[in-house]
């Protein structure tokens, strides 16, 4: 299964006043996470957005475990947990210095059309990223038999 990894550095502007990683900084995280997954299957996002596809958020679920602090270093691991040929759904974990699992999530979206909105088939309209999208997907499928 491919699974990429993205280091971040926890910057001082990242923290609340209890010293700790902002929860909605990890979002953030997972988008860097998504776009070096992609990058790592030879794809990116701003090559779909010059062709006038957007690919939106439509679900994210997340589950806090442990804090990052300033001066550490995440590591965010994501992958493809599920794909049907219309939307995916992204893997993460997010991980201390230490191998902990700070943070368990998922986001879910679909290709649209720029100008309205209107879903677009990634089977269809990119024949190369469904297929890596179903290689993805099996090596999850085979992982959790």
């Known amino acids: 299964m491919l699974v990429s990894k993205k280091e971040v ?25 998504r776009t070096k997954f992609i990058s790592d299957l030879g794809f990116n996002y701003a090559a779909m957005e010059r062709d006038g596809i957007l690919s939106p958020v439509i679900d994210i679920n997340v589950s806090y475990k442990k804090p990052l602090h300033y001066g550490e270093t995440a590591i965010v691991q ?4 599920q794909y049907d040929g219309l939307r995916v759904v992204y893997g993460y974990e997010i991980l201390t210095p230490s191998g902990d699992i700070a943070l368990t999530g998922t986001s879910s979206h679909v290709c649209v059309k720029k100008e309205n909105f209107k879903p677009i088939s990634i089977r269809r309209q990119y024949p190369e990223w469904h297929e890596a999208y179903e290689k993805a997907k099996k090596s999850v499928d085979e992982t959790s038999m």
């Open 78 to 81: 994501t992958w493809v947990e």
């Open 9 to 33: 550095d926890v910057r001082y502007s990242e923290t609340d006043q209890m010293g700790v990683v902002y929860h909605a900084n990890y979002l953030v995280w997972m988008e860097l996470g």
